[in-house]
């Protein structure tokens, strides 16, 4: 087994995806990877035991999504997986910037994974009922696990708002800083044109978005007034100052020591 093989699930195909639903599945295993990779720095520095347990296993959950987009991805053009997580370099990563913010504090990480999980649950949900059964099958998984990471992410932002002053403080703060990235979630581009039936049109999640936080946030006694949208660009390869050195961690092992085995 290579060192650096990503996680045992993938839904196989025998048909190599086109250009554009390839392209597709890279955007969707790059957001997972790299949030992934995020969560993965909480292990031994969680808060409490019982969370850092919850976020290992979120991680790995996410990390099981990755690879099977990615080698799908991948097979367009004799990739694998390792290939596309190890050997790509900032530039050809298409994850959105939500995912690649800093973890911060932790009311930082839950609202960062409270928007994260909310959007990719009404992806899969809608991803389920695909023309492609690879992204189908993807989603059909996927769909279950995000439904407890949404769940997680709503119960500590009620932990966080309605706790002390301090963990509200931050939780206001987190929920400045976070949000601007979100609406790059639901930005169309012109490569979906082509993927009717297959993809799912992010501006067609919108509505159910803002209708499925709506009540945690009205429980939380959280607003979302804020003063400016990020730019965005991750689709097309421009990333924040983050994202480099997420990758550069996580890739070291692999260029260091490449076709490494145990």
Avoid: C
Avoid at 138 to 151: F, I, Q, T
């Amino acid at each position: 087994m290579s060192a650096v093989t990503l996680s045992d699930e993938f839904v196989a195909s025998d048909t190599p995806p086109s250009p554009e639903v390839a392209e597709y599945a890279l955007w969707l295993g790059d957001d997972s990877l790299v949030l992934a990779q995020r969560l993965g720095m909480w292990i031994t520095r969680a808060p409490e035991l019982e969370e850092d347990v919850a976020l290992a296993n979120i991680a790995l959950d996410l990390l099981g999504h990755a690879r099977s987009l990615l080698r799908y991805a991948g097979s367009a053009t004799g990739r694998t997986e390792d290939d596309l997580a190890y050997w790509r370099d900032e530039g050809d990563f298409r994850s959105a910037h939500l995912f690649e913010q800093p973890n911060g504090d932790f009311a930082h990480t839950i609202v960062r994974q409270f928007a994260a999980a909310h959007y990719l649950y009404a992806l899969y949900d809608r991803l389920r009922a695909s023309a492609d059964p690879v992204l189908a099958g993807v989603a059909a998984k996927a769909v279950k696990e995000v439904d407890y990471h949404r769940d997680h992410a709503d119960q500590w932002m009620l932990r966080l708002a309605l706790g002390t002053d301090e963990s509200r403080r931050r939780t206001l703060r987190a929920l400045e800083d976070v949000w601007p990235y979100v609406d790059e979630l639901f930005a169309d581009e012109p490569v979906l044109d082509a993927l009717d039936g297959i993809a799912v049109r992010p501006s067609s999640l919108r509505v159910r978005f803002d209708a499925d936080i709506a009540p945690v946030l009205a429980e939380a006694e959280l607003d979302l007034a804020q003063a400016f949208h990020a730019a965005g660009g991750g689709r097309h390869g421009r990333h924040s100052e983050h994202l480099a050195p997420l990758l550069a961690e996580m890739q070291v092992l692999a260029r260091q020591h490449p076709g490494a085995s145990w």
